[in-house]
């Protein structure tokens, strides 16, 4: 808890400036036609890591460093420096190519993009693909850092990112007149909003170094890998590889999906209903799982590696039990804030520039509905680390063949039944319908392999929590009633609904939590309370 507490003040920190970043975005680029083409560019450099190391670090790296680090602390550092010198000629290869195929992942993921639109999405694809350098290098030296039990650094570094970007943005905002466009925008402009976005993730990376050495860690490149540790590292990659472009698949789909739709809508005069806005409203839902729900997995996962590694099964359930407990406290009031306050939270942060309140209020309504995902994806992503923990890949991905499946037909559906101006918001659904499907299996084969899930305990907390969890769903409901009917939307009345309703909803959910006697709640208080100035730790 005290590990988690430490990753979720820095990652408070970035996440919250990561809303600064994106609401300097959206003022700057709206939500239309020039703002899908820079978002689904961006997007691609994170595909492109994801696909071919992302899941590799999470599901294989950390637990191979930490089990050859309890077998001999000289060899373990002698694999690190292996491991990170092939990521690091890896990386370079995969940037150089996916330079080069900055055409081929807009074909995929931009829809409908035709014309200038397509011509400036390729153009920021190939010019955002330096970043899967950056940001591999930044991923893997976390990785390591969290191996050594250093968690802060990886937590905090984005905050730099988000601040060069919000620079970038207000430049932007200056320098630009009118409403900016594909066909509109200058080489200038170009040039400013693609060396802010690469700079950013490059600070990042460089940020982590003080903290490497630190820890004792200093590269020597070395490639004299051991008999047997490539395969060994091989056969668990072949099946996080094998996840990672099964998610991806439905991810390119939904995200085609929601392009054409934005194309369809602008087409009709509908508004701007395409990509911008799912991304948008996808960025807030995850801040509460970030917060506390990657913080908790992240500090858990050596720990569940080490008691897996042991054969120590029980403590293995007792820490997912711990995990994804303690993840509810903060994961479900969220959920209910988000539900009743999605109006005002996306006025607030994006009703500016060249974001109107109504564009605002297509984000919210998306955002609605990922809020009923909440739950079932925190504890579908930590039920993956426990997979992962045992070594065993393989699980992980069949059941992502279910959660895609489910994902894609439920997005093929909506986007063949439903008017433009609500296919993002059925897509939504359909990820939300997914992460259930996923939470669902996960439990059912965990439950075989670790002899029980701790279920009952946890069956009584997520009661009482939800119990706790209507007098702030009914408390925010009614702030945001009185508000618009009072003062209508906009601005300040978001700021007003969303400052009262989130402090009294918070407050009669922790009062009866505590009535309720929740000890996940206490021990969540009493951490934060540690660390707050004059707080006592013990």
Not at 12 to 40: C, E, I, K
Request: contains cysteine; aromatic residues 8%; hydrophobic residues 55%.
């Amino acid at each position: 808890m005290r590990s988690g507490a430490i990753m979720a003040v820095g990652t408070l920190a970035s996440r919250v400036t990561g809303f600064l970043r994106t609401a300097m975005l959206v003022a700057a680029l709206g939500v239309g036609a020039l703002a899908d083409a820079y978002n689904t560019a961006n997007t691609v450099p994170f595909i492109v890591y994801d696909l071919l190391l992302g899941g590799v670090l999470t599901a294989v790296v950390v637990p191979l460093i930490v089990r050859a680090r309890e077998r001999d602390p000289e060899y373990g550092a002698r694999y690190e420096q292996r491991l990170f010198t092939l990521a690091v000629l890896g990386l370079a290869v995969i940037t150089a190519i996916a330079v080069l195929l900055g055409p081929v992942f807009i074909g995929i993921y931009g829809g409908s993009m035709r014309g200038a639109q397509r011509d400036l999405a390729v153009l920021f694809a190939r010019l955002f693909a330096v970043q899967i350098f950056f940001l591999g290098v930044s991923a893997f030296s976390g990785a390591i850092l969290n191996t050594r039990k250093r968690f802060a650094a990886p937590m905090w570094a984005p905050v730099l990112n988000n601040i060069v970007i919000c620079l970038t943005a207000a430049v932007f905002l200056l320098v630009s007149t009118g409403k900016v466009t594909p066909e509109t925008i200058t080489t200038f402009e170009v040039a400013l909003l693609a060396g802010g976005t690469i700079g950013g993730m490059a600070l990042q990376t460089l940020a982590l170094w003080p903290s490497l050495r630190g820890s004792g860690f200093r590269w020597r490149p070395r490639l004299d890998f051991r008999k047997g540790e490539l395969g060994q590292m091989g056969r668990m990659a072949v099946w996080t590889l094998a996840y990672v472009v099964i998610t991806q698949v439905g991810f390119a789909v939904t995200t085609r999906l929601a392009n054409s739709a934005g194309v369809r809508g602008r087409a009709q005069h509908l508004g701007d209903v395409g990509y911008t806005p799912y991304f948008n409203a996808y960025q807030l839902f995850q801040l509460p799982y970030a917060i506390i729900g990657v913080s908790v997995i992240t500090a858990l996962l050596p720990r569940m590696s080490e008691h897996a590694a042991a054969g120590r099964m029980a403590e293995v359930r007792d820490d997912f039990s711990a995990g994804l407990r303690l993840c509810s406290v903060v994961i479900l009031p969220a959920a209910g804030l988000m539900g009743v306050l999605a109006s005002d939270i996306t006025t607030v942060l994006f009703a500016h520039g060249q974001t109107s309140v109504a564009n605002a209020q297509v984000i919210a309504q998306v955002l609605q509905m990922f809020a009923v995902a909440l739950v079932p994806f925190a504890a579908y992503q930590l039920m993956l680390r426990v997979f992962y923990a045992m070594q065993d890949t393989r699980t992980p991905t069949f059941i992502s063949v279910a959660v895609v499946a489910t994902s894609i037909t439920a997005a093929l559906i909506v986007y063949n039944t439903l008017a433009p101006q609500h296919i993002i918001v059925g897509i939504a659904g359909g990820f939300a319908l997914a992460q259930t499907v996923g939470a669902l299996v996960g439990w059912a084969i965990l439950r075989r392999r670790l002899g029980g899930m701790d279920g009952r305990r946890i069956a009584v907390t997520y009661l009482k929590l939800i119990i706790a969890l209507w007098p702030l769903i009914g408390f925010g409901y009614a702030v945001h009633a009185v508000v618009e009917a009072g003062l209508g939307a906009g601005l300040l009345p978001g700021i007003l609904a969303l400052a009262v309703g989130s402090a009294g909803g918070g407050a009669l959910y922790l009062v009866f939590a505590k009535l309720l006697r929740v000890p996940e709640v206490q021990t969540m208080v009493s951490t934060v309370s540690a660390r707050l100035p004059g707080g006592r730790r013990g």
